[in-house]
């Protein structure tokens, strides 16, 4: 089957560190990933739309700035927080469509804990 | 745009009962349509999918669902719930851009 991996599967950094967080398509090249922010007893949040080899779409309201995306390589996308905040706690998810109009595979997660 | 709403934000059923989780979609095309399940501190894992043929789709670990275009609906249900059903459950469908959209999520409980 598709299988993504997250790396860390979870993370504690100081307010104002930065955290980077990979997203790997295992078995299967994706040239789109897709990044989610999860907060406690709600639903998923599509924050991006990571494209290899191209600049990576936000959604309305998400700070470009903030949430740096890179998709270098058809198997990795990486996201990362800059100037981590308390308010950056979340959970954040990526995954992956095998054919882009299909049903996207998703990662473990990766737990973030800003202090 | 697509969207799917999902009726009842916690549903609690006893180990045997059925389970019914509730989806309706809202489409200006034929709509691809999917539930997920979301296990504490995890990703969300594909359950089944509808996007073109026969309208009641069979998934994993006993679920299925039905596609219903008169109604706009895509239930979920299983005959009998076990303790491990107990999870998030989340119905999608995919938009023009090819992102997905999810439904704000159902909690399962399963009372022994």
């Known amino acids: 089957g598709a299988v993504v991996s997250q790396h860390p599967s979870w993370v504690i950094c100081k307010s104002g560190t930065s955290v980077k967080i990979e997203c790997r398509s295992l078995?299967?090249?994706?040239?789109?990933m897709f990044w989610y922010r999860q907060f406690p007893k709600q639903s998923l949040m599509l924050m991006a739309t990571s494209n290899e080899g191209s600049k990576a779409t936000y959604e309305q309201g998400v700070e470009k700035d903030k949430f740096l995306i890179n998709h270098a390589s058809l198997t990795l996308s990486t996201l990362t927080v800059t100037s981590a905040h308390p308010e950056d706690s979340s959970f954040y998810i990526c995954?992956?469509?095998?054919?882009?109009?299909?049903?996207?595979?998703f990662g473990p997660g990766t737990r973030l804990t800003v202090t | 745009a697509q969207s799917v709403t999902q009726l009842g934000s916690h549903v609690s059923v006893s180990e045997g009962a059925l389970v019914l989780l509730r989806c309706n979609y809202s489409s200006s095309v034929p709509p691809y349509l999917f539930w997920y399940v979301q296990y504490p501190n995890q990703g969300l894992q594909l359950l089944l999918k509808y996007t073109t043929g026969a309208t009641l789709v069979k998934g994993i670990n006993g679920f299925e669902a039905e596609f219903k275009k008169s109604e706009t609906s895509f239930h979920l249900t299983k005959p009998s719930a076990h303790m491990s059903d107990a999870a998030e459950y989340f119905c999608a469908v995919i938009s023009n851009d090819y992102k997905l959209s999810f439904g704000a999520g159902t909690t399962v409980t399963v009372r022994a």
């Open positions: 995954s992956a469509p095998l054919v882009v109009d299909t049903e996207q595979y």
């Open positions: 078995d299967f090249q994706a040239t789109t």
